[in-house]
């Protein structure tokens, strides 16, 4: 099994900046594919960024110039540096991998989700 585990959500003001991670852990024999997903109270779960194993990245249009996602293959840990924030990020911010197990099957895995709240 794999696990997902984020860290490094908050309280912040709007222009304000936040450093997300996720460390994925458990019988794995790779990781492909990590992205950073949200959900607001009330609105359907939507992609944020994600970054392929080889570091390609592809950005929602909400949150181009303004968040980055990157990866460490060696530590199995993705982040999003999120700057510029605004009210609108508000949302809880839910870390995605698909990684290989040590069994032969490739899934999908979720983290808990850490919550992001920008105050005007």
């Known amino acids: 099994q794999v696990q997902l585990v984020e860290s490094g959500g908050g309280a912040v003001q709007a222009g304000g900046s936040l450093r997300l991670s996720c460390v994925a852990s458990?019988?794995?024999?790779?990781?492909?594919?990590m992205g950073w997903y949200r959900q607001a109270p009330g609105e359907q779960r939507e992609l944020v960024a994600v970054i392929s194993s080889g570091g390609r990245t592809n950005y929602a249009d909400s949150v181009k110039g303004r968040f980055t996602i990157s990866r460490d293959n060696a530590k199995n840990t993705a982040y999003l540096q999120t700057n510029n924030l605004r009210p609108e990020d508000t949302a809880v911010y839910y870390c995605?991998?698909?990684?290989?197990?040590?069994?032969?099957?490739?899934?999908?895995?979720w983290g808990q989700g850490t919550q992001v709240t920008v105050s005007s």
């Open positions: 458990g019988r794995m024999l790779s990781v492909n594919d």
């Open positions: 995605n991998a698909y990684a290989w197990t040590v069994s032969g099957v490739r899934g999908s895995y």
